[in-house]
């Protein structure tokens, strides 16, 4: 017997909650004067047809469920773009890795700090690595001094995760952007009221 094979369901083309897929028996429409009315779906069709537009569920949940008339194409044009204009805010937090040896010059250090600035400022995290190699793994104490140089030089732009770790031949540290916070609005001073006028001397008798 050949075993049946398994097909993927098939897509469907039909436009779910637009026009005659809307199942609901009433809605709360909304026109494009402003105005709302709870109706048969079917009341509603007709008069989003007679105005030129299509009747969209845009809040299907909502008790009744809201339905605007719209114009469907402009409609799909519209909820794309705010897609992906808040697909371009959306920021990923990468870690940036920068690698050093126990013996590091001054230039090549001051070149990786440079960058590690750079990277904070961007949003993201900056793992510092000494690599050992060979008898260097017996002097880790210069590695380590090196990590808490590399951190103090980034404070008030990065804030340590943590103490250095060694790691098989690698000691590392791992240091995150500093978190801005706004200031908040000092309320303006309240001005004193003016002062009254001196009341009149009194007149001798």
């Known amino acids: 017997m050949i075993p049946g094979r398994n097909f993927p369901p098939r897509k469907s083309n039909r436009r779910e909650n637009v026009n005659e897929s809307i199942r609901v028996r009433e809605v709360r429409a909304v026109f ?5 009315e709870v109706m048969p779906t079917a009341a509603a069709l007709r008069r989003a047809q007679e105005l030129g537009l299509d009747l969209v569920l845009v809040s299907p949940t909502a008790v009744p469920p809201v339905a605007k008339a719209i114009d469907y194409g402009q409609y799909q044009y519209e909820l794309k773009k705010k897609q992906h204009d808040a697909k371009k805010k959306q920021h990923v937090v990468q870690v940036k890795e920068l690698k050093f040896r126990p013996n590091t010059d001054d230039h090549d250090y001051d070149f990786k700090k440079n960058h590690a600035l750079r990277f904070l400022q961007e949003g993201n995290r900056v793992k510092a ?7 260097e793994i017996a002097h880790t104490d210069l590695g380590r001094k090196l990590l808490l140089r590399f951190a103090e030089d980034l404070t008030g732009i990065g804030t340590v995760e ?11 540290i791992l240091i995150s952007p500093v978190k801005v916070q706004t200031p908040a609005k000092s ?3 309240k001005t004193a009221p003016p002062a009254a006028p001196p009341a009149p001397a009194a007149k001798p008798a």
Do not use: M, Y
């Open 32 to 36: 494009p004067d402003g105005t709302a």
């Open 129 to 135: 690595i000494v690599q050992f190699r060979g008898r």
């Open 187 to 189: 309320e303006k001073p």
């Open 162 to 172: 943590g103490q250095p770790r060694l790691e098989g031949r690698n000691f590392h």
